[in-house]
Every structure is written in C-alpha cells, then in structure tokens.
Nanobody
Framework: QVPLVESGGGLVQAGGSLRLSCTAS????????MGWFRRAPGQRRAFVASITRDGVSRYDDSVRGRFIIARDTSKNAINLTMNSLKPEDTAMYYC???????WGQGTQVTVSS
C-alpha cells in the first residue's frame, strides 16, 4: 500500500481556488505531523503548511491567510484548500508525513495569469 496519495491538482486562473487532498495509510495517519511542500520550476522544495495530530497548523508567510490545511479523520486525509491563487503558487505540491519522512508522488498546480 502506498503510504501517501495526493489528488486535486490542476489548472486554475489567478484568483481562483483549488483543494488538494492527501490520503495516508491508517497505520501512520495519527502518528505525527503531516504537511505540504512545493517545488516550483528551477527552485528548491519549500514548506507550505503543516498540521499536527491535534490540529495545530502552521503556514509559510507566502500562503498564510490564503491557504487552509485541515485534517479529515474520517478519511485518514489532510486537505489543503488554496484560495486567491497567484501565478507564483504554480508548483508541484507534495504531501509529507513529517514524522516518518514519507513523501507522496506530487500533484501539479498551475495558476495562469
């Protein structure tokens, strides 16, 4: 079983919204922090947001106030709701289980101007 599976990327116009989901295997979902990173073309992978098992969230300054990370315990998933998207949000987004250093395969988000 693949430990982390992302979905929900796509193409959206600037100002629009997307929601990413990351489903984790039951054995790891409640064990530590999970989060999202992103890698834009030609750049290094960068932190976006994270959430603890108790629901405490943290955001990079570049997305605070626009993105919301949340846990869906009924689906062993974390969701990233991205609002007011900007062209500079264009990147491959990766889900991660921070405690176990596990990574998903990535999902592409493209924001057109």
């Amino acid at each position: 079983q693949v430990p982390l599976v992302e979905s929900g990327g796509g193409l959206v116009q600037a100002g629009g919204s997307l929601r990413l989901s990351c489903t984790a295997s039951e054995s790891i979902f409640d064990r530590g922090q999970m989060g999202w990173f992103r890698r834009a073309p030609g750049q290094r992978r960068a932190f976006v947001a994270s959430i603890t098992r108790d629901g405490v969230s943290r955001y990079d300054d570049s997305v605070r106030g626009r993105f919301i990370i949340a846990r869906d315990t009924s689906k062993n998933a974390i969701n990233l709701t991205m609002n007011s998207l900007k062209p500079e949000d264009t990147a491959m987004y990766y889900c991660t289980h921070i405690g176990f250093d596990l990574w998903g395969q990535g999902t592409q988000v493209t924001v057109s101007s």
